[in-house]
């Protein structure tokens, strides 16, 4: 166990970041994005504003958010807290703004530990002028653990 241990501690986010991301612009619109999603099969994307700076993520919980207040005020509750719903919002309306960027030299033990913290499935990967490298994601730090028991011969390979 203590050469998984030491594999783990040696892999950085660069190692194991998807480095093809599926991006969202801010100004889309929500069927936009949602074909998006489903045309890459993901349930996240990280959301550029117009001058291609990361401002957030698009997760599968902001659609679930705003579907339940959608029904909600369709069942004639008040949604006054929430402001004006549209059926079709402005993804900007409804990303998750706390952005969990990191750069690509971050230890994956580090990274895992910041996702469990902050409750994320995936983290944004940039480089030191904020240009978007790559997204870690949860199943990428599970692959990185399957992979370093495998070497260490403790299981079949991924």
Known sequence: ???????????????????EVVEIGSTERLSQAVSTLRQHAVTGAPVLDPEHRCIGVLSGADLVRWASLFFYALDGNSTSNHGE?????????????????????TPLLEVAQRMCRSHVHRMV???HQGKIQGIVSTMD?????????AEAGLTDPA
């Open 85 to 105: 719903l549209s059926l079709n919002p402005k993804v900007s309306d409804l990303l998750s703004p706390d952005l969990s960027a990191i750069p690509s030299e």
């Open 141 to 149: 730090v599970v692959a990185a653990l399957v992979n370093a028991l």
């Open 125 to 127: 990967v940039v480089d």
């Open 1 to 19: 166990m203590d050469q998984v241990l030491q594999r783990l501690s040696t892999l950085v986010a660069a190692d194991v970041m998807n480095r």
